[in-house]
């Protein structure tokens, strides 16, 4: 059974400091994985998708990688601005047997003060 | 741009009563789904729809869980017999044709609080 764990559960930093949000999986065998934002009492918002034959994927001033083989990922957000603020999920769609349900970490609970 | 509307925002049940939670999705979009995430707890898939007719479940959607879409527009996810552990956020997202690896587009979700 997949596993999603989310490194760490909360962060609070000052603005402009480039930050990196931890995600690690238990079973390789993927087949994408996606970066959401939560704000609270709203949607998840889709940050970044990267397939599982990437390594990574660029937005703006987010940065996701992925390493299959060690079970890992990460989202690099630079110069955060407090508009930042929000929790960050992480959730890995496996790939074996035809199905391709997500599983989601618990999230990292950001703080971006100015 | 377009997003995903649910209603009601909050809806309080009693134990043991139906609830229809809606959805309307984005209006070219074909492929459905719902979540939960119990308060404090992480976000967990519910079902898949596609075509008329579900794609994937996992073991949480079990014979008190149905969905339907009813019309063009919407897609509802009925619980028969609410149960007290029933109470979470439900989040109903959809997605467009071009392969999974289109991303899901979240609703901002309905607070279901069983009495």
């Known amino acids: 059974k997949q596993e999603v764990t989310q490194i760490p559960a909360a962060l609070s930093v000052p603005e402009g400091e480039n930050l990196v949000l931890n995600c690690s999986f238990t079973?390789?065998?993927?087949?994408?994985l996606q970066w959401f934002r939560q704000d609270p009492g709203k949607g998840l918002t889709s940050l970044l998708l990267i397939q599982s034959s990437q390594r990574e994927q660029t937005s703006g001033r987010l940065n996701a990688s992925l390493d299959k083989s060690s079970g890992r990922s990460t989202l690099y957000i630079a110069a955060s601005q407090p508009g930042d603020s929000a929790t960050y999920l992480c959730a890995v769609r496996r790939a074996s047997g035809g199905s391709y349900i997500p599983t989601f970490g618990r999230g990292t609970s950001l703080i971006v003060h100015p | 741009e377009p997003e995903v509307t649910q209603t009601p925002s909050h809806q309080v049940t009693q134990m043991g009563q139906e609830v229809i939670l809606r959805c309307v999705p984005i209006s070219n979009h074909l492929y459905f789904y719902w979540y939960r995430q119990i308060l404090g707890q992480k976000v967990e898939f519910l079902v898949s729809?596609?075509?008329?007719?579900?794609?994937?479940k996992s073991e949480i959607f079990d014979d008190q869980f149905s969905v339907e879409r009813p019309d063009g527009s919407n897609f509802t996810l009925k619980i028969r017999s609410t149960k007290l552990e029933d109470s979470a956020m439900y989040f109903c997202a959809s997605r467009a044709t071009g392969g999974s690896n289109q991303p899901q587009h979240f609703g901002d979700g309905t607070r279901l609080s069983i009495l």
């Open positions: 079973d390789s065998a993927i087949y994408n």
């Open positions: 729809f596609y075509n008329n007719e579900i794609s994937e």
